[in-house]
């Protein structure tokens, strides 16, 4: 008899696990059945804001096709809630008065807008109301509401300076928009970027035609009297800053009511284990933005130092994969111990995607050249204290920092600097030691350096979000892919952020270079 999975939500993550569950259905080793409580189809959210502004369609960004994966067996049921999850019984009850039997249990809930607390809004982070003229931008309703203002060259308001915003307010200033960032700090991305690196980047921001309200905190929202839509964004310095739409741009977190409600531990995840099951039970999993790997074990070392959820797509979809093979094997009764464990999630890499800014960021870049405690912190038993490499052109907009230890990359920024920011990713992401003379890294942006020719290193990652090679791309292109989007269904490249997008073509374009050449 097959066994009955059934997964509550349907994102990008849940997506790819379906995905890779579609052989166990076609061979009848399992049943899926899939509750979304959206209307449509799984669709890439992170490129929510690009559709706002017209660089994309619905359907580009579509993920799933739910009349294709009828076909196919799974049981598809969109537009509808999981009011709770009744573990006695193994079941999900549903908004619509059915319920779905499970014999395995994925949580893929993902993660909700966070709303603050400001008056003309309701706060409440289940079912905040919205009022007319401001959105969280996080559905397809979403982007046409900033798509009817960038079509029509209003003000938008952006609060929040964190990437998405920052990505959502340049690509809305470039298509004609008025867009002014607020955000509560010196600088934007005031958590994840040095001061240097910020303030190189907010002139930056300023150049491509963004305003930037730094250390503001906002207090409430007026409304038109004539429609009740939004008309300002207020300040507790008692200013305001007019606007016909504001974005809302403050961060996510995970959404774990429904584990909440039934009883699972939480933390700022669904605490999962290394098998990505919730913690004292095995019959119920969790991945993606909803997931908190943590291990019951208090004497666990690798999750002595674990965070929440990393909020990116990437370590989602590699967890989809690796426990679509693990329920496939316990439902065939295979022995899961012979399965080779959840590969670590690697340190996140921040990259800012926009036409005429490029962006950097990993690891921990705070220390500054300078600062001998910083630079002596953590030199214990035996380690190597830090060093800190930082050179800047303000004038031109380039700014790059190098923190490393016993020559080995643990931090970085590049602002302006794409080809030395790409190479200083792959060092950081192999763990690899940088060249003693460090001015070899900003030499690939010298004017000898040709812009668009790929990586250096061709089995180097390009698309960080599916972990796709450079070599993998060059030969799906050699194999007659000749445009982003075949490279795209071919290998799953740029179906994540977008990020690598321009990196694509470059190969592409490489490659017909070559064979016109020949």
């Given amino acids: 008899m097959s066994e009955q999975i059934v997964i509550v939500g349907f994102g990008p993550v849940a997506a790819r696990l379906v995905d890779e569950l579609l052989p166990a259905v076609r061979s009848g080793l399992v049943t899926l059945a899939v509750v979304g409580e959206e209307a449509e189809a799984a669709y890439n959210r992170v490129l929510v804001a690009d559709l706002g502004v017209g660089r994309t369609t619905a359907e580009a960004l ?29 079941q999900v009850i549903l908004s619509d008065g059915g319920a779905v039997r499970y014999d395995r249990l994925v949580f893929a809930t993902g993660s909700r807008p966070v709303i603050p607390n400001l008056t003309g809004i309701n706060p409440d982070p289940v079912h905040p109301v919205l009022p007319a003229g401001v959105t969280a931008l996080r559905d397809l309703r979403d982007a046409e509401v900033l798509r009817r203002a960038v079509d029509g060259g209003k003000r938008v308001v952006v609060l929040g300076g964190g990437v998405l915003g920052l990505e959502t307010a340049l690509a809305a200033a470039e298509e004609g928009a008025t867009v002014t960032v607020v955000h509560n700090g010196p600088h934007p991305l005031g958590r994840t970027i040095d001061r240097g690196g910020g303030a190189v980047l907010a002139a930056g921001l300023r150049r491509c035609g963004v305003r930037m309200a730094g250390n ?14 939004f008309s300002a964004l ?27 409600g039934c009883g699972l531990s939480t933390s700022a995840g669904i605490l999962v284990d290394h098998k990505l099951r919730a913690h004292h039970e095995p019959h119920i999993f969790a991945i993606g933005d909803c997931a908190e790997v943590r291990c019951p074990d208090p004497e666990c070392a690798a999750c002595r130092n674990a965070r929440g959820p990393s909020g990116l797509v990437g370590p989602g979809w590699r967890q989809a994969e690796w426990l679509a093979e693990y329920l496939a094997l316990l439902a065939a009764g295979g022995d899961a111990a012979l399965l080779p464990a959840l590969p670590a999630e690697q340190p996140g890499v921040i990259v800012l995607k926009a036409r005429g800014m ?26 190597p204290r830090l060093q800190v490499a930082q050179w800047a052109d303000p004038e031109h907009g380039r700014y790059v920092k190098m923190t490393t230890r016993g020559g080995v990359l643990e931090g970085l920024v590049a602002v302006g600097m794409p080809r030395t920011a790409a190479e200083l990713v792959g060092l950081f992401e192999r763990g690899a030691e940088l060249p003693a003379d460090r001015s070899l890294l900003l030499r690939l942006d010298g004017p000898d350096q040709l812009p668009g020719s790929g990586p250096a290193d061709p089995q180097g990652t390009v698309c960080r979000c599916a972990g796709v090679s450079g070599a993998a791309i060059a030969g799906a292109v050699e194999e007659g892919c000749s445009t982003v989007a075949e490279v795209s269904t071919a290998t799953r490249a740029g179906t994540g952020c977008g990020g690598c997008h321009e990196d694509i073509k470059g190969l592409i374009e490489k490659h017909f270079q070559a064979v016109s050449a020949a």
């Fill in 358 to 383: 490029n962006m950097a960021v990993a690891g921990e870049n705070s220390a500054d050249p300078w600062d001998e405690d910083a630079l002596a912190a953590g030199a214990v038993n035996e380690r």
């Fill in 216 to 229: 503001a905190r906002s207090t409430g929202v007026e409304h038109n009297a004539a429609d009740g839509g």
């Fill in 62 to 90: 579509a993920l799933a096709d739910a009349a294709t994966l009828a076909c196919e067996g799974v049981d598809i049921r969109l537009g509808v809630r999981v009011r709770r999850v009744d573990r006695a019984r193994q």
């Fill in 234 to 260: 207020l300040l507790d310095d008692g200013s305001a800053i007019d606007g016909d739409l504001l974005v809302l741009s403050c961060g996510v977190r995970p959404r774990t009511e429904l584990a909440e």
